[in-house]
């Protein structure tokens, strides 16, 4: 079982209108972990934790002594009892790192990655992992929210997508946003095929479990094999 540790909260970051990016300070502490691997965490000295992805890379955590958490907040910006009022310098207690939705141990030629909402932890994580380590990897990202606001990390991604780093295709489930032309709807069999660099590619998926159910059939469709598909329900 690993070690619970008490870490300072660095900042928290207003990421969409219903999500916050919680930063905690490793300080010195070395902190190993795979990408797509998540942690248990909560107010210090309560008892419930609760689970989230760790959504910043190892080489992050080295970089910056920091680890990153996609938290989900309602409409009144409340994350929830296990965080209550967590802000700059609170406490938060961490139990990690857990979890077995991981990159392989070799590099495959290419991956795709499909998301629908806060999923975009993991993959964002496995993402700077890949381009930090892996030079010349191929890599795709399909992005499903129900709103244009929602699409955490948007800026980021679209800014890897200009340099070229990766391939981006965003959509939105929700109707009537006048402002958004890009993809609307489910994430199809025809969307996947443009975003798939190839039938080699290893699939991550993360999201909601109707998402997460109705791709893989989709991918089987395209050729790519079973084996070559990973899930985790969000």
Do not use: N
Request: aromatic share 6%; net charge neutral.
């Amino acid at each position: 079982m690993p070690d619970v540790l008490t870490l300072p909260v660095h900042s928290v970051v207003t990421t969409t209108p219903l999500t916050r990016l919680i930063r905690l300070d490793l300080g010195t502490r070395p902190f190993v972990f795979q990408a797509g691997q998540a942690a248990l965490i909560g107010t210090h000295g309560q008892t419930e934790r609760r689970p989230y992805s760790i959504a910043s890379s190892p080489e992050d955590a080295v970089r910056h002594h920091r680890l990153e958490f996609l938290v989900k907040v309602d409409a009144m910006g409340t994350i929830g009892p296990h965080l209550a009022s967590v802000e700059r310098g609170s406490r938060i207690d961490f139990e990690g790192p857990t979890g077995a939705f991981t990159l392989g141990p070799a590099p495959a030629p290419a991956y795709l990655f499909v998301a629908g909402g806060t999923g975009i932890s993991p993959l964002r994580a496995m993402l700077r992992h890949l381009i930090a380590t892996e030079a010349g990897v191929r890599l795709s990202v399909v992005y499903s929210a129900r709103v244009p606001d929602e699409l955490a990390f948007r800026d980021e991604l679209e800014r890897l997508a200009r340099r070229g780093l990766i391939q981006l295709h965003l959509t939105v489930t929700g109707q009537g946003y006048p402002g958004w032309d890009g993809v609307r709807g489910r994430i199809t069999v025809e969307a996947l095929e443009r975003a798939l660099p190839s039938k080699e590619a290893v699939c991550y998926l993360c999201g909601p479990p109707a998402m997460v159910e109705a791709v893989p059939p989709l991918l089987r469709q395209l050729g790519v094999p079973m084996s070559h598909v990973r899930t985790e329900e969000w």
